[in-house]
């Protein structure tokens, strides 16, 4: 029996100061009718009272994650990767019946979704790759008819540099790295080339947003992420093309990147690519700076580039020292100003629960242990994690879940690295609470509010591309892919670390 002493016994409910009073009160002043069993009636009062606090407790989610946490099991992997297979086919199935060909299906209105004016097949190429690990032959090669049909970026619309390149870029280029097909490899091309211009900046840092045929770009206020989030696809692409302008190009919005970052090493959350002014100096590991930190040490290791080990190393230090915040709760990452180190906030979500894999990938697996403990504990409080918790207090700041790949990451990292089944454990309760809650009749839905359980109509194409491979992957027995042979772009596409 496998026990989880960071957190096990803090899921207990305990009753709050308030309670005990009335408790007090009560029995202090019944005490005698009760030892008698003179006064029934109080004794039955005390009992109810009891079960309505108890009662509350579990309504709250806080039974769910005690009993999750002392409940360990023997878990069945491939049992485990065949259920996951077949919910990626369930879902697959209300996208291809009800939006084939657009870039997403909304789940609870059955229609279909395009982002821009014309569809990118976010969704096809984004759940390619999955497909070909979980041997699903014929849906992926409907998928790839599909793209190799329909997919042209010629069109005159504004797209948003990062989100198209992490998804339809990295999709793309690990469609040919495991398919081979060479058209998948010159789409990544084309529409390289088109994303390319972004870069055309007076500081060499992208805009947010490129028109795909004209070139004409938009958006100077930019985030890290959205500035040094392209080195994994664009070093993939010269090393397929031999043309080194890809990796050079989001090399030099790197280290311009990293040339703003504090005295202190903290990299700020805002920044104007045109001036290469900072906007706004809150450092921390969420949404906006996560996937810059998650390249370099990528970047370092794919590419075997020095220039990024040695960015990251500070970085990284910095990043454990100002950030990371011990609470009786646990290890968390909070808010800081990146000039003088001083907590800003306590806000911690699903998108930062990547961290614990980059902590593992760097070798840290103390503090990734620690953290995907965290990160467990937030999923299991309301039985799927929030968007955003206020780690000081336990109380959730934003109750969505958009059905969010991060934990299941992390505890696929940490497994690969550390054999230890309590990740499997992890997995099969997230993973059979997603199934409960975020399930519909023909798909799956994002939860409006993870305390209520309340759906909203949207299904985003990385739920495809990595909630569910990343499930699989953890449960997953057959060497389709070797973990440490791989590097995953922000978007879970492998691609061939030789
Ligand atoms: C994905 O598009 C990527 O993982 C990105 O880096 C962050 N957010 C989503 C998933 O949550």
Redesign the pocket.
Same mark, same amino acid.
Do not use: C, Y
């Given at each position: 029996m496998k026990s989880y002493p960071e957190y096990s016994n803090k899921t207990r409910y305990k009753i709050n100061p308030i309670q005990y009073a009335v408790i007090y009160i009560f029995l202090s002043s019944h005490f005698k009718k009760i030892v008698n069993m003179k006064n029934f009636k109080c004794f039955s009062v005390l009992v109810i009272l009891l079960s309505v606090f108890t009662f509350k407790a579990s309504a709250q989610g806080v039974e769910t994650a005690m009993e999750v946490t002392d409940k360990s099991q023997t878990v069945n992997k491939k049992e485990m990767a065949d259920m996951v297979r077949a919910e990626f086919l369930h879902a697959w199935k209300g996208y291809k019946t009800y939006a084939w060909g657009y870039d997403a299906l909304q789940p609870l209105s059955k229609k279909p979704h395009n982002w821009y004016k014309k569809s990118l097949l976010m969704t096809p190429v984004d759940a390619f790759d999955t497909m070909i690990l979980m041997d699903l032959t014929e849906e992926a090669g409907e998928a790839r008819e599909l793209i190799f049909k329909n997919l042209d970026f010629d069109v005159d619309m504004d797209v948003q540099n990062f /989100?198209v390149s992490?998804?339809v870029l990295g999709g793309l280029l690990s469609a040919f790295e495991l398919d081979g097909d060479r058209r998948f490899l010159s789409l990544a091309e084309d529409l390289a080339n088109r994303l390319m211009k972004s870069f055309n900046s007076p500081t060499g840092m992208p805009y947010r947003y490129v028109n795909l045929k004209t070139g004409a770009t938009s958006g100077p206020v930019s985030n890290p992420?959205e500035i040094g989030?392209y080195l994994i696809e664009y070093g993939t692409l010269s090393k397929h093309t031999g043309n080194p302008v890809y990796y050079q190009t989001a090399m030099k919005a790197m280290t311009a990147l990293y040339a703003l970052r504090s005295p202190l090493n903290l990299t700020a959350e805002g920044i104007n690519v045109e001036t290469g002014k900072v906007t706004n100096p809150i450092s921390h590991i969420s949404?906006g700076i996560?996937?810059y930190l #998650?390249y370099m040490l990528k970047g370092s290791i794919l590419f075997n580039d020095k220039q990024l080990s040695s960015m990251w190393t500070p970085t990284i230090d910095a990043v454990n020292k100002y950030l990371a915040d011990k609470t009786p709760e646990g290890l968390w990452y909070g808010q800081v100003d990146m000039n003088k180190g001083k907590r800003t906030g306590t806000s911690y979500g699903?998108?930062d629960a &990547?961290f614990a894999a980059t902590l593992a990938m760097n070798n840290d697996l103390e503090r990734a242990a620690a953290l995907q403990n965290s990160n467990y504990r937030m999923w299991m409080l309301n039985g799927v994690e929030p968007e955003q918790l206020n780690y000081s207090t336990m109380k959730v700041e934003n109750a969505s879940y958009?059905l969010?790949? /991060?934990n299941f990451e992390s505890a696929y990292y940490l497994y690969q690295y550390t054999q230890d089944e309590r990740y499997l454990d992890m997995g099969k309760n997230m993973f059979d609470n997603l199934v409960t809650f975020c399930r519909t009749d023909e798909a799956y839905a994002s939860l409006k509010d993870v305390q209520t359980k309340e759906k909203q109509d949207s299904m /985003?194409s &990385?739920f495809f591309a /990595?909630t569910l491979k990343y499930a699989f992957l953890l449960f997953d027995e057959s060497d389709k892919l070797n973990f440490h042979k791989v590097i995953f772009n922000? #978007?879970?596409h492998p691609y061939r670390r030789d």
């Open positions: /989100e992490i998804r992420a989030t949404g996560d996937s #998650e699903s998108l &990547f958009i969010r790949p /991060e /985003e &990385f /990595e922000t #978007e879970a």
